[in-house]
Every structure is written in structure tokens, then in C-alpha cells.
């Protein structure tokens, strides 16, 4: 049995997987990103940041259904060719992912989204200034609901 919780990620063209297991228990979810980024684009908000807030909630809930916990930790290094906007590529790499304090096991830390680049050249050319590079810790606190009946 392992020590400690155990996060995997996969990525494909056309999902997300997020895994976790621990003590015997495994859970999978996916992200059907065709699916995902057309309901964000349809409805026109902010795509790559809605995306990330439901990543960060799935891998919450996978490792909530495996190892029950109050607080999850996120650090994870976010780098895109452009704003997070106009990007057509997109990196993101977990350093370090904690439940409670403890720190889970991270199998394929890495995922690489690439899109079509409908960026001008001149765009293209001067994305470097834009781009984004950076180091995001986060944390997400489970909320408790009280209910009277």
C-alpha cells in the first residue's frame, strides 16, 4: 500500500484525465475539453482561466474522494506563448500538491495544451513581451454547508 495519496494527470488532444489514489481506492474523472471550450466560448467568458478553475476543482474532488481532507495546496508553474487569451500554447507543470499538509505523489505533472495560432505575424512576432511565466500557488478551502431542518 502507498504511503502517501497519489495524483496522476494525463493529457490528451481531446481530454484531461485527472486520477487519484490511495489505500486501495482509485478514482478517474475527465475533461472533455471539445466539449468544455466550446460551452466557455459560446458563453464568452475568460477560456484558459475557466478552464484552470475547473482543473484545480477536479483534481480537487479526485483527491477528496480518496483521501477526505479540508484544505488542498496548489503549486504549479503556468507558461503560455502569449496572454492567456491570445496563447495557442500552454504549459502547465505541478511542482507540489498537498492535502491537509501532506504531500501527494505526482505522476505526470505535465500538461502541454497547443491550439491553432490565429495570431497576426507582427502578433507572433512580438508575443515574447506578452507572455505569461509564472509560479501560482493556490489554495482551496472545502466548504461546509450548514443546514437546519
Not at 471539445?34 to 484552470?52: F, S, T
Not at 507543470?93 to 505522476?107: M, P, Q, R
Request: net charge neutral; charged share 35%.
Amino acid at each position: 500500500m502507498e504511503k502517501n495519496p497519489t495524483l496522476i494527470i494525463k493529457a490528451s488532444e481531446a481530454t484531461i484525465i485527472v486520477m487519484a489514489k490511495y489505500m486501495g481506492e482509485f478514482v478517474e474523472h475527465e475533461i472533455q475539453l471539445r466539449l468544455v471550450l466550446g460551452y466557455y466560448w459560446n458563453k464568452d467568458v475568460p477560456v484558459i482561466e475557466k478552464l484552470i478553475e475547473l482543473f484545480e476543482t477536479v483534481i480537487k474532488r479526485a483527491v477528496s474522494q480518496v483521501f477526505p481532507h479540508e484544505k488542498l495546496s496548489l503549486k504549479y508553474h503556468l507558461t503560455s506563448n502569449d496572454t492567456l487569451e491570445d496563447s495557442s500554447k500552454l504549459f502547465i507543470t505541478f511542482l507540489e500538491v498537498k492535502a491537509d499538509g501532506t504531500e501527494l505523489k505526482i505522476e505526470g505533472n505535465e500538461i502541454m495544451l497547443e491550439g491553432i495560432d490565429f495570431r497576426s505575424t507582427f502578433s507572433k512576432v512580438s508575443g515574447f513581451r506578452r507572455k505569461v511565466d509564472e509560479k501560482i500557488k493556490k489554495e482551496i478551502i472545502s466548504s461546509k454547508e450548514k443546514r437546519d431542518y
